[in-house]
């Protein structure tokens, strides 16, 4: 039987000459699958396609949903025949119970083997619905046309989640600039000396306009003096 159709995520690097490759850690996973499925796989990869990328408790919750018809599965292929529903914002949807039941059976059988193998919090990584096998049929009575028997097969990958390096570096540089003293950035400048002044200068702040005025006269007269006698 074929392998499942999940890859792992390879590291991007551009190693120079000398320099050790880096390490790569995947995460942990969990696997599992149902073949010989008497169902649409048409139905099936819409299921599949609902609950792709989301929180393994999350999808459980949402399929237990859509079992009830409590919430409806959006169609975003093989939707010929099917109709606007209210639920989806007029998105083409349905309720494929059958398919539901059978995709939320290979994903709580998935969940317990995380739970042996002990896994933490995990995430739907990898699932797929595709036809398996046709076997020829015809009509059992009436006019003989053909009716084939067409069974499909379901696999999903649990992976691990892992919490992002990058947040946890994030927040340890914010509590340190929390803790670390805030530098304002400005320099203290020193204050300039007190300068002590002389009599003459302080006579001349209390002296009024009118008498800086007189005294500014008073020189100019006294150089129109000393003119007249030099001639």
Known sequence: MADYGYQQKKANYSAKKGEPKPTVVNPRTARARITGVNASYKDLSNVCRNVRRRATDDAIEFLQLAAEKKKAIWYGRHSTGKGHRKELGGKIGGFPIKSVKIVLGVIENALANAARLGLGQTR???????KQDTFPRMSPKGRRIR???????????????????????KEAKKE??????????????NAPKAVEKTEEQ?????MSS??????????????VHKEEQRI
């Open 202 to 206: 302080v006579k001349r702040e209390e």
């Open 147 to 169: 009716h084939d028997y067409e069974t499909a097969i379901v696999e999903v990958v649990l992976e691990e989640s892992q919490e992002k390096v990058a947040d946890a570096k």
């Open 176 to 189: 340190k600039k929390a803790d670390a003293p805030k530098n304002t950035g400005i320099k203290a400048v």
């Open 124 to 130: 739907v990584a990898h699932i797929l619905a595709n």
């Open 210 to 223: 009118a008498d800086r005025h007189r005294a500014i006269e008073n020189r100019k007269l006294d150089v």
